[in-house]
C-alpha cells in the first residue's frame, strides 16, 4: 500500500505528451555549483528526431545537435500556459 501511495505522488508532476519532430521544447540546464539546485530551461529547441527509448534529438544551433531524455524537456506550449 504504501509503495502504491509512492508511485502516486511520484506520478502527480508529470506531464504525459508525445513528442514529434518539428515541435519546440525547452531543455532543462543548471547553474553554476553554488546553484545547482536550481533548474532551469533554456531555448526553445525544435525537434529533429523522435527515437523509442525515449530520446529526442533536438537542434542547438546550426552545426550542434543534441540527443536527450525526454524527463529533461519541456514543451514550449506547456510552458507558456503554466508561466500565465
Excluded: C, F
Excluded at 519532430?21 to 528526431?49: D, F, M, N
Aim: proline fraction near 5%; avoid cysteine.
Amino acid at each position: 500500500y504504501k509503495i502504491n501511495e509512492a508511485l502516486v505522488r511520484a506520478n502527480i508532476n508529470r506531464i504525459p505528451h508525445d513528442y514529434a519532430i518539428g515541435e519546440r521544447v525547452y531543455k532543462k540546464v543548471y547553474h553554476t555549483s553554488s546553484q545547482k539546485a536550481k533548474p532551469i530551461y533554456r531555448g526553445p529547441y525544435g525537434i529533429l528526431r523522435v527515437h523509442t527509448n525515449n530520446t529526442v534529438t533536438i537542434k542547438i544551433n546550426e552545426k550542434t545537435q543534441e540527443r536527450l531524455s525526454i524527463r529533461l524537456l519541456k514543451p514550449a506550449l506547456l510552458h507558456q500556459r503554466r508561466r500565465k
